[in-house]
């Protein structure tokens, strides 16, 4: 299972801006897909964005126009640029992988933070 480390969380006022990394200890073109996860305080998990193999892009409802997920296969890279952030984005961010088109996404790192303030 590829290993995930998740960085460039912080706090941001509403209206701002960030860009989550992920890097990965093995090829993430290996993987059918690669993808954005957050988990908010007393929520479920909610997938946010994940990009497939072939390029395709998936948004949540809740960060469609705002929030652009990449890849870097060369460099085994996952990014999330997060832009106009609002209060509801607080949560903490988790990149993970999809093996198959039939299988879930796991292999979550540690997660950064991500905090939005008034």
């Known amino acids: 299972q590829v290993q995930l480390v998740e960085s460039g969380g912080g706090l941001v006022q509403a209206g701002g801006s960030l860009r989550l990394s992920c890097a990965a200890s093995?090829?993430?073109?290996?993987?059918?897909?690669m993808g954005w996860s957050r988990q908010a305080p007393g929520k479920e998990r909610e997938l946010v964005a994940h990009v497939t193999r072939g390029g395709y892009k998936d948004y949540a409802d809740s960060v469609k126009g705002r929030f652009t997920i990449s890849r870097d296969n060369a460099k085994n890279m996952v990014y999330l640029q997060m832009n106009s952030l609002n209060v509801e984005d607080t949560a903490v961010y988790y990149c993970?992988?999809?093996?198959?088109?039939?299988?879930?996404?796991?292999?979550w790192g540690q997660g950064t933070q991500v905090t939005v303030s008034e």
């Open positions: 993970g992988a999809r093996a198959t088109d039939w299988s879930s996404f796991g292999g």
């Open positions: 093995g090829v993430i073109a290996n993987y059918n897909a």
